[in-house]
């Protein structure tokens, strides 16, 4: 405990959902909608977006979306790049979309590049739109002195 009673807060925080890897750092993100906000309608967001709280509607947008924990979509979501932490029910059409542990995915999702952490749930059928997108090779690696193996991917050319 500091001076006036304040707490070192690093201790007390949860761990964010980062932002959208290649096409929107944290620093990226233009528009949010904060946790405990609650919009309808149909939305075309042309900057890298984050979404902690619920939007009934479509969304399209010309960068990265990030759907945080706490952020719920129902409607379509169409951009370059997807992220779910939170949920989506609804169609996903995406360049790359990415599942992370705890997410929730009910609908649809047209993609060349799926990405799922074990821990998420998706209902729904899958279509790729370039059936010669990145196929990644997975290569398994030893350590001699742990006795340990770390599963690599390579991309394929």
Same mark, same amino acid.
């Given at each position: 405990?500091?001076?006036?009673?304040?707490?070192?807060?690093?201790?007390?925080?949860?761990?964010?959902?980062?932002?959208?890897?290649?096409?929107?750092?944290?620093?990226?993100?233009?528009?949010?909608?904060?946790?405990?906000?609650?919009?309808?309608?149909?939305?075309?967001?042309?900057?890298?977006?984050?979404?902690?709280?619920?939007?009934?509607?479509?969304?399209?947008?010309?960068?990265?979306?990030?759907?945080?924990?706490?952020?719920?979509?129902?409607?379509?979501?169409?951009?370059?790049?997807?992220?779910?932490?939170?949920?989506?029910?609804?169609?996903?059409?995406? !360049?790359?979309?990415?599942?992370? #542990?705890?997410?929730?995915? $009910?609908?649809?999702?047209? *993609?060349?590049? %799926?990405? /799922?952490?074990?821990?998420?749930?998706? !209902?729904?059928?899958?279509?790729? #739109?370039?059936?010669?997108? $990145?196929?990644?090779?997975? *290569?398994?690696? %030893?350590? /001699?002195?742990?006795?340990?193996?770390?599963?690599?991917?390579?991309?394929?050319?």
């Amino acid at each position: 405990m500091s001076m006036f009673g304040s707490r070192d807060k690093s201790n007390n925080q949860q761990e964010s959902a980062p932002a959208v890897n290649k096409s929107a750092s944290s620093k990226d993100i233009k528009t949010l909608i904060g946790e405990g906000c609650k919009v309808e309608g149909n939305f075309f967001i042309p900057t890298a977006t984050r979404i902690d709280g619920v939007i009934k509607g479509d969304l399209t947008g010309d960068s990265g979306i990030v759907i945080g924990h706490t952020g719920k979509v129902i409607g379509s979501v169409c951009a370059s790049e997807v992220v779910i932490y939170g949920m989506v029910e609804g169609n996903v059409e995406t !360049n790359r979309l990415e599942l992370k #542990k705890g997410s929730k995915m $009910n609908g649809d999702v047209t *993609v060349n590049n %799926l990405v /799922t952490e074990q821990g998420c749930i998706f !209902n729904g059928k899958c279509a790729m #739109k370039d059936e010669t997108s $990145n196929v990644t090779e997975l *290569v398994p690696e %030893l350590n /001699t002195s742990t006795g340990n193996v770390k599963i690599k991917s390579v991309m394929s050319s």
